[in-house]
C-alpha cells in the first residue's frame, strides 16, 4: 500500500521593509545598482548619481500626493539597502500612459532570494490602500527573474511594447486589485 507524499507548502517570502525613500537613498541605490548585470533591462550601463537624487525626491513627492511611491527596500535583518520597490504613474510618454506601474530593482546580491515578491506584495498593499484598483508592470521580454515575479503576483501579460528608438521588445503585465 502506497502512502501519499503530504502537499508541500511553497516558501515562504523573506521578510522586508519599505521605506519612503531619503536623501541619503539616492546614494544606497547608486550604490547597490552601480552594477552592469543589474541594468542590463534599463539602459546596460550604471546611472549617474544625479538620475537618482532626481528619482528619490520623485518617490517622495508621490508618496506625498499619492500614498505609494517605489520605496526603498530593506533588509530588516541588517539594515541594508537592497533596492527599490513599489508603484509610480507611469512615467514615460509611450507604453501604458496614464497608468499606474508597480516595480522593482534590486541589487545582484538579492537576486533569486524572494525579496522582490515579497516586496512587490508590500507594495500592492499601499497602492490598494490609495484606491488604486489596477496595476501594470512593463518587462523586458528578455527578463524571465523579472517576468517570474509577475506571475507569482498573478499579473497576466496582456500586450506587447516596442520602446521607441530601442531595438527591444517588453510586455505589459496587468492585475487588478
Known amino acids: 500500500m502506497k502512502t501519499a507524499k503530504p502537499a508541500t507548502a511553497p516558501p515562504a517570502l523573506p521578510a522586508v521593509e519599505l521605506r519612503v525613500p531619503t536623501d541619503e537613498d539616492a546614494l544606497n541605490w547608486h550604490r547597490v545598482f552601480n552594477d552592469p548585470e543589474v541594468m542590463e533591462f534599463f539602459g546596460g550601463s550604471p546611472a549617474e548619481l ?3 537624487e532626481e528619482l528619490t525626491a520623485r518617490q517622495r513627492r508621490h508618496h506625498a500626493e499619492l500614498g505609494f511611491c517605489l520605496y526603498t527596500l530593506v533588509d530588516p535583518a541588517d539594515g541594508a539597502v537592497i533596492g527599490f520597490t513599489g508603484a509610480q504613474p507611469w512615467p514615460r510618454d509611450w507604453g501604458p500612459v496614464g497608468e499606474i506601474e ?3 530593482r534590486l541589487g545582484r546580491a538579492y537576486w533569486g532570494r524572494g525579496y522582490a515578491s515579497a516586496a512587490a ?3 500592492l498593499a499601499s497602492v490598494r ?5 489596477h496595476v501594470v508592470a512593463v518587462v523586458d521580454a528578455r527578463n524571465e527573474r523579472s517576468m517570474a515575479v509577475t506571475r507569482r503576483l498573478g499579473m497576466r501579460r496582456a500586450e506587447t511594447v516596442l520602446p521607441p528608438g530601442q531595438n527591444r521588445t517588453a510586455y505589459c503585465h496587468r492585475l487588478e486589485l
Open 50 to 52: 544625479s538620475v537618482y
Open 102 to 104: 508597480i516595480g522593482w
Open 129 to 133: 490602500a490609495a484606491g488604486v484598483r
Open 121 to 123: 506584495e508590500a507594495a
